[in-house]
């Protein structure tokens, strides 16, 4: 993990019901799509298709840097 200043990583726990789904992204993706664009992506998609949608949405608005995302479905 590279840290840029000021930056930490939080951690907690997360009651997980069923149904909800889950994505964890670099700034590879978070960079390059929208909260809305995510937000739609799970929500109409299976998680592989999700992620596959929306690291193409990033690379085609230009995202640069190694894109990863994971997404789950309980």
């Not at 809305?36 to 299976?46: G, K, L, S, V, W």
């Amino acid at each position: 993990i590279n840290f840029r200043d000021g930056q930490r990583i939080r951690k907690g726990q997360l009651l997980v019901q069923l149904d909800d789904r889950l994505l964890f992204c670099s700034d590879g993706l978070g960079g390059f799509t929208t909260e809305t664009e995510m937000a739609r992506a799970m929500r109409d998609c299976t998680p592989e298709a999700a992620v596959a949608q929306l690291v193409q949405l990033a690379v085609v608005a230009g995202g640069n840097d190694a894109t990863v995302a994971c997404a789950r479905r309980r």
